[in-house]
């Protein structure tokens, strides 16, 4: 049976990357390399009718627990359980209109569900583009008795959905300075920011964890966003439990990282990509991107803790276990895209518990996972600084030592185009007009 240290019985696949690790992989043998040529389709089951526009890019990775498959579809998220067997659909569960779904700038960006079980009840969590949390029965579809508060909204059930945003901005100044009566229809007021979801939330013994996402980086056109602070409620009533600042205030870790209060304003650094965790050691690891704005750091000098980093958390307290940030003060939209996958490594006879994180540059940061302590040296290295009046960018940039990356490190002259020696000295032409070098060159 597979390691049950991962949550996930032989054969199913509870999480959005399959396991609590986030492996993807699963160890059945059923279909392999000599009988996959003999597949034949059993049944299609279409999803591109879920929204009011079609969906022709469904983000989704279906978990398949208990016999089940359940999956989000459309911009809606509407969820969905599906028969594996015939294609049927068994019930689905669509979250009633709201002003801040339809300004959500994620709406078919969902990724799937989340699982749980209150009394050995099997529990669907999901977080919808309006950014409230809700809780069904895996069964029926129904919401969850006595989880949550009821949405003084039309059409919302009476039970099994939380508003996340009221925990988000408790303690956010500017929403204090807005000085406005909340209102569950717009959420958070555009003139303050935005805040939606793309991937699940992660159940870690008892507590739903729960990252966010936030506008695409580079279509920002303000400094100012609400912080992506990461939030815990409790698994069986949807109470709140705690909340992480990802922007650290006033006497926090890494708060001296943001120059010029910078911290006050500037948002996002949230948490878009799949959530890992250790159930033993109760921990959850999540990946985040940079803050407002992607490509200009003079709106927010410093290295921007916990921007881009691999955050490591308590997953009943909140608290900071231990982080790593992969990139100072991003202005190259490197935000972690990957789940951090959690695994036992052998290194020189001893076994490690470890968590390794890929990024876009095609680096490999490779951890200790209970202490955040590097399996192999990880260089500080200094890299070129800005030119441009007003920016401010980082005087190093973290490189492993070990993993090789596993793509070049920006653009080497052998891989420029020698199909005849003419073409090579047009394309070198070209080039000479450009700053060309590794993944950390200022702009």
Do not use: C
């Not at 979250?95 to 989340?114: C, D, H």
């Amino acid at each position: 049976a597979q390691d049950q240290s991962r949550q996930n019985p032989y054969g199913e696949w509870r999480y959005q990357s399959a396991d609590a690790w986030g492996t993807r992989y699963s160890p059945v043998d059923q279909i392999n390399a000599e009988n996959f040529g003999d597949l034949e389709e059993a049944w299609v089951w279409r999803a591109d009718n879920f929204g009011p526009e079609a969906d022709y890019q469904m983000k989704s990775t279906p978990t398949y627990i208990d016999g089940i498959l359940y999956t989000v579809a459309g911009e809606r998220r509407t969820v969905v359980a599906i028969d594996p067997e015939t294609g049927e659909t068994l019930w689905t569960y669509r979250e009633p209109n709201t002003t801040r779904w339809e300004r959500s700038m994620r709406k078919n960006y969902g990724k799937g569900v989340a699982y749980g079980e209150i009394d050995g009840r099997g529990v669907i969590y999901y977080v919808s583009p309006a950014f409230f949390l809700h809780a069904l029965d895996a069964k029926t579809g129904i919401p969850v008795d006595n989880f949550g508060s009821p949405v003084p909204l039309e059409g919302f059930p009476k039970t099994g959905v939380v508003d996340l945003i009221p925990d988000l901005v408790a303690d956010w100044a500017p929403w204090h300075e807005f000085d406005q009566p909340y209102d569950p229809d717009f959420g958070i007021p555009r003139e303050l920011g935005y805040i939606t979801n793309s991937s699940p939330a992660i159940v870690v013994n008892g507590t739903v964890v729960v990252g966010n996402s936030a506008e695409q980086g580079y279509n920002q056109t303000r400094i100012e966003n609400v912080p992506g602070d990461i939030l815990g409620f409790d698994a069986e009533t949807g109470d709140f439990k705690w909340k992480f600042h990802v922007i650290p205030r006033p006497g926090e870790v890494g708060h001296e990282t943001w120059l010029n209060d910078a911290w006050i304003w500037t948002g996002d650094v949230s948490s878009w990509a799949p959530m890992s965790a250790d159930y033993d050691r109760g921990i959850v690891y999540i990946p985040t991107n940079p803050p407002t704005i992607d490509y200009f750091g003079g709106f927010r000098p410093g290295n921007n803790l916990f921007g881009t980093t691999v955050i490591a958390l308590n997953a009943e307290t909140g608290e900071r276990v231990w982080h790593f940030q992969t990139v100072h003060s991003d202005e190259w939209n490197y935000d972690l895209p990957n789940v951090p996958l959690v695994v036992n490594l052998e290194v020189d006879g001893e076994e490690i518990p470890a968590v390794i994180q890929t990024t876009k540059q095609g680096l490999v940061f490779t951890f200790n996972r209970e202490t955040g302590q590097p399996v192999w040296p990880i260089e500080e290295v200094e890299v070129l600084q800005t030119e441009v009046p007003g920016n401010w960018t980082a005087a190093t940039q973290p490189i492993p030592t070990r993993p090789e990356p596993f793509e070049p490190l920006g653009l080497p002259m052998e891989d420029v185009v020698d199909f005849t020696p003419e073409l090579r000295e047009q394309a070198l032409e070209i080039i000479s007009d450009y700053r060309v070098g590794g993944p950390y060159l200022p702009r």
